[in-house]
């Protein structure tokens, strides 16, 4: 997670990226991107301040829908730089896939949309993690991904939480929680009727060192 000399970084004159306010997203995002999200936070503790950034393609791509990105910016050298790209590998960690922004079943989901993207300070040791809700689209109603992020030494960031729905779902950030409500399916429940929903509260937990599901809720669906 964190490390006690990020935060006494954070107190000093300011370090790594410095306190420069950076330009308009739609000036760092890639060509053919308009901005969709922006999000700011020291993501690393360093004093700083990281620019977090979904966009979305202008012309359509798969089934008619633009293509989204995921992008984390910081001053570098006095330059503001892209430091991460969901397009490329994802995050190590907590048993994530190896892609972000590719869509896991090509039956279900062609296409992706940013869903949620907030800073969530679930540890609450002054430096945010990175909430992604992902929605796979096409025909049907595809998966979800929930996605926790947390940066680490020179701007790595690794994967602290990840989970994938059958079909679709709610996320929603309250304070240091992260709550997703989905639909838990049977064999064979057709895909408009899941047999019962399940709420799920995620945040750290200090014993462990971890963030993981804190708690559980399952409401079933079957007739009485």
Not at 50 to 71: H, I, N, Q
Not at 91 to 108: C, H, I, K, R, T
Not at 146 to 152: D, P, R, V
Not at 211 to 220: A, F, G, K, P, Y
Request: hydrophobic letters at 40%.
């Amino acid at each position: 997670m964190r490390r006690a000399a990020a935060l006494l970084l954070a107190s000093a004159c300011v370090a790594g990226n410095g306190s420069a306010e950076p330009p308009p997203a739609a000036d760092l995002v890639r060509d053919g991107a308009r901005p969709t999200i922006e999000r700011r936070g020291d993501l690393d503790g360093d004093g700083g301040v990281e620019l977090v950034v979904a966009s979305a393609s202008r012309d359509p791509g798969a089934f008619g829908l633009p293509t989204p990105y995921l992008e984390v910016f910081a001053a570098v050298d006095g330059d503001w730089r892209r430091v991460f790209d969901a397009s490329g590998n994802a995050p190590p960690g907590a048993g994530a896939p190896g892609s972000m922004l590719a869509p896991q079943d090509q039956e279900l989901a062609v296409g992706q949309a940013m869903e949620v993207l907030e800073l969530a300070d679930l540890a609450r040791d002054g430096t945010p993690e990175l909430v992604a809700a992902i929605a796979n689209v096409g025909a049907t109603s595809g998966p979800l991904e929930l996605w926790i992020l947390s940066m680490g030494p020179e701007r790595a960031l690794g994967t602290e939480y990840y989970m994938r729905t059958d079909r679709g779902g709610k996320v929603a950030v309250a304070g240091d929680r992260v709550l997703i409500e989905f639909g838990v399916y049977r064999k064979d429940d057709p895909g408009c009727c899941p047999s019962s929903f399940e709420v799920r509260t995620i945040g750290h937990d200090p014993e462990r060192e971890a963030i993981r599901v804190l708690d559980r809720e399952r409401t079933s669906l079957d007739p009485p």
